[in-house]
């Protein structure tokens, strides 16, 4: 009677030393944040082509949603409405310009809070994502990896952007999904669907995983006799209505259907053409090429997206065997981060050696984490097979490998942790 009442009193007690865990995750890493933030001036962007740094296309368009122009002008000028981006982050800048002003470092210093937040905030769905895939210490050591890591701070502090919504977003519908399998009634499928409405918005690349999120849901629950088409239908109805008013606003603006933003044409072409090397081909941007700058005015956004998918599509089918070699080149930058600088000769960049050293501890502990058979193991399969993919064939980034980050930090402490269990194993006793 004793040890089940201590048993039963035991329970309460770690989920409240967690939630306090968490808590200072949270506060130490926002502190952390904001310390670096003041300390070293990142609220101070640089001037040059009217501070275009300071949040580039999306910057731009924040900035005619401030002076009450709508979504618009991602180059500057009046060049008119725009689907070049989706529309979460825009219009957050947008609102944070209109109080604290138009590129100030007052709305810098909010806007890179805001980011800040974003990833103190990712500490949470870490640690519940790893608690319930790899256990109670890998949760712990995820969680306070990530309130601590440098690099995820960098992306906070150096970028106006969604890059750190996005890991936040992803790794709680991550979350979500887990929780699916043995989630009871439809509250799990409503949060399921608003969470990939509102990430739609955000981030469109990663809707790639949602087919493989709600699969993977519906056949752990169909294991636990839990019925899923109810659930199935209200999470598609609740994605496609949050997504409705801007694909009815984009229909209406442009005369045609655009899925959320409408540059796939463009990004094709800044990875595919005639000196395509498997990295982006930033001279053809229009901010960087007068040329394409005018383009781009002359045709309208539409007609210049279309321009660009058919000079990228024409190039592939030309090149087919050349456009295999650079997608596998591209596919190793993911991995790896591209090679600093175009003309650089070498096929690798030893600078990226922490980041390459990361992915392999990554995917190695899936692999583990797949053999031993640990919970969750075939979704963070599907994640790290399904969400890459697109920059395979377009063009890699370091930038592009965050909205994964907290998913293979997370596999990367589970491998050290096997390790490390295996190195006290085997010492004498």
Known sequence: ???????????PTATAN???????????????????????????????????????????????????????????????????????????????????????????????????????????PIFFIARRTMGERVALWSAWTWALLPYAMYWSLHWIWDTTLAPFLLSCIFLATLKLEDWPGLKGWVIFGLLWGVTGLSNPSTL???????????????????????????????????????????????????????DFGYELRLGNGPYADGRLMAYLQPNLNKLELETYQQLGEPAYEARCKRLAFDWIHANKSRFLVISLKRFFYYWNDTVKGTNSTSPVDFRTSAFLASSILAIWGLGRAVRRKKPGASLFL????????????????????????????????????????????????
């Open 18 to 124: 967690f939630r306090k865990q968490l808590v200072w995750m949270v506060l130490v890493s926002f502190a952390l944040h904001i310390a670096a933030l003041g300390i070293f001036h990142f609220y101070r962007f640089r001037t040059e082509d009217n501070h275009f740094g300071y949040g580039w296309e999306m910057g731009r368009i924040g900035q005619s949603i401030a002076l009450g122009q709508g979504f618009s002008n991602p180059y500057g000028g009046s060049t008119g409405p725009t689907a070049w981006e989706p529309p979460l982050y825009p219009y957050l800048i947008g609102g944070v310009f209109k109080i604290f002003g138009i590129y100030s470092d007052a709305s810098a210093w909010v806007l890179l809070s805001i980011n800040s937040l974003f990833t103190a905030f990712t500490c949470i």
């Open 382 to 429: 599907f994640l790290v097979l399904a969400y890459p993919t697109i920059y395979y064939f377009f063009y890699p980034g370091a930038r592009y490998r965050h909205p994964i980050e907290p998913e293979l930090l997370i596999l990367a402490v589970f491998l050290i942790s096997e390790v490390e269990k295996t190195n006290k194993k085997t010492v004498p006793q």
């Open 1 to 11: 009677m004793n040890s089940a009442l201590a048993e039963a009193t035991s329970v």
């Open 208 to 262: 790639s995983f949602l087919p493989f999120s709600g699969l993977w849901a519906w056949h752990r629950r169909r294991k636990h006799d839990l019925p899923s088409f109810s659930g199935v239908v209200l999470a598609s109805a609740l994605f496609f209505a949050v997504l409705a008013p801007w694909l009815a606003r984009n229909y209406l603006t442009f005369g045609k259907f655009v899925f959320v933003r409408n």
